[in-house]
């Protein structure tokens, strides 16, 4: 082995011996510096203390979560959908006095009313909706009305 190649091996090795002592002084005050004015005791409670408030978030969280099943679950069978349409069911009368209203919820479950108006009287109907469909025999406009209200909850 050469001279030169000796002096270049010490050197490294007093390199990285001078490194490694730098990195020690700054670990060492880093330390100091989180230990500061702490016992062991002192960073016990910390520790403690933080793992309290992670239960606690760890516990908010799950409630959340039932809240926003819960919130969800009630969304989904309110009425999400209102459709309305005049009309006029009689040519020798005028006036678009008569309606149709759909009200149906996120399953297609809900009721359509409809009024039909003439000069001696009015009649209000109520059909059932069960999964966009009734058990009734709907007239056009409450078909259009249910078709309406049932593309707008798909939207």
């Known amino acids: 082995m050469s001279t030169n190649a000796v002096y270049i091996a010490l050197g490294a ?16 005050s880093r330390l100091k510096s989180l230990m500061n004015g702490k016992t062991g005791r002192d960073l016990e409670e910390g520790i403690a203390s933080i793992d309290k408030k992670l ?18 679950r009630r969304l989904r069978s309110s009425i999400r959908s209102v459709e309305m349409t005049r009309f006029n ?10 309606f149709a209203i759909s009200l149906v ?6 009721v359509v009313i409809s009024s039909l108006y003439s000069r001696e009287r009015m009649s209000v109907f109520a059909k059932h909706i069960k999964k966009g469909a009734s058990d009734i ?9 249910l078709n309406k209200g049932l593309q707008s909850i798909k939207e």
């Open 13 to 28: 090795a007093g390199f990285i011996s001078l490194l490694s002592i730098v990195g020690v002084f700054i670990l060492h």
């Open 55 to 72: 239960v606690a978030i760890e516990n908010n969280e799950e409630l959340l979560a039932e809240a926003i099943d819960n919130v969800d």
């Open 89 to 98: 069911p009689f040519e020798d009368q005028g006036g678009n006095h008569s």
């Open 105 to 110: 919820n996120e399953r297609g479950d809900g």
């Open 137 to 145: 025999e709907l007239t056009e406009e409450e078909q259009d009305v």
